[in-house]
């Protein structure tokens, strides 16, 4: 098998300067199942995508046939693409990782138009059931975390501390790419520390984070956006009233009902007599919505 580190350089010598113009997203991994592969690019381009090869011929004997380029195949009008790589159910490729990258090109003579990053996968016995290498850029609990459009997921604020000390409510985020398998600082900081809130991806991609309560455990009702494009968190209209364990739901309009929760940090057996927030209350932004849509603040 021709080896990867081998093939790529040599496309991207004929590519002269690239633009990172592909995405591409894996799915599954579970052995006995098989990994799923998403490409979104240019509308009818020629792709290929390569897998990594593998020193040790685990994948070779255990049943899995690679080749290089793994698939090569044509997006389509819409510029997408999707193949599948069956996976075998040999308990030692258990814990195994398999990189992927994809390229477009444009010819005859074929010249690399667009390049993906590479991303990672790591194979599972079970579904689901995969082990992250990955650790949080600080200790966070009862935070909130929401899938972006890209794959990766937010995590914002929550509480770090030890059991010998009350935990701390922060302000801060950290990114989650399951294609490198690790965890970044996000490049903003929410209005305020936050635990016991929520978020909710809205239409156009940005994520609102509403309610919590702070570092002198007072709910608050800031609200925050945050923009994947350019890693930052803006302050957004106010709840009427301060939440914390209430709902946030993204309407078919592009509104977001809040609804529920409590205004104060209390036990349980408290919250329930004292705290109990039974009003909602509905979020919008003109950003937010479609075009001609209803909408109130």
């Known amino acids: 098998m021709i080896s990867i580190r081998w093939v790529l350089p040599f496309l991207l010598l004929l590519a002269g300067t690239t633009q990172a113009g592909l995405d591409l997203e894996l799915r599954g991994g579970a052995l006995s199942g098989s990994i799923g592969i998403d490409l979104t690019g240019d509308a009818n381009e020629t792709y290929l995508i390569f897998v990594s090869d593998d020193p040790n011929n685990i994948i070779k004997w255990s049943g899995i046939t690679l080749s290089t380029p ?30 992927f990258q994809a390229f477009t090109v444009n010819g005859p003579p074929y010249v690399v138009d667009d390049t993906s990053p590479q991303c990672t996968i790591r194979l599972a016995e079970k579904n689901g059931i995969v082990a992250s290498t990955g650790t949080l850029t600080t200790a966070r609990t009862n935070g909130s975390s929401a899938l972006l459009a890209d794959g990766r997921v937010l995590i914002t604020g929550g509480a770090g501390g030890t059991i010998f000390a009350a935990p701390t409510p922060v ?96 036990p349980d057996y408290l919250a329930f007599l004292f705290g109990n927030v039974s009003s909602t209350e509905i979020w919008s932004t003109a950003r937010s919505r479609p075009p001609g849509s209803p909408g109130r603040s």
């Open 171 to 266: 302000a801060s985020a950290d990114l989650y790419d399951p294609c490198t398998d690790t965890f970044t600082a996000s490049g903003g900081l929410m209005s305020t520390q936050r635990v016991f809130h929520t978020s909710t991806v809205l239409q156009n991609g940005q994520v609102l984070v509403v309610g919590g309560a702070d570092s002198g455990l007072t709910v608050r009702r800031f609200s925050d956006l945050y923009d994947p494009v350019t890693d930052q968190f803006t302050s957004t209209s106010n709840l009427t009233r301060g939440r914390i364990g209430h709902t946030a739901t993204l309407l078919d309009d592009g509104r977001v009902l809040v609804a529920g929760g409590t205004n104060a940090l209390l």
């Open 70 to 99: 793994g698939f090569i195949g044509k997006l389509n009008a819409s510029g997408q693409a999707s193949a599948t790589l069956p996976l075998p159910g040999s308990k030692v490729l258990d814990g195994f990782q398999l990189t």
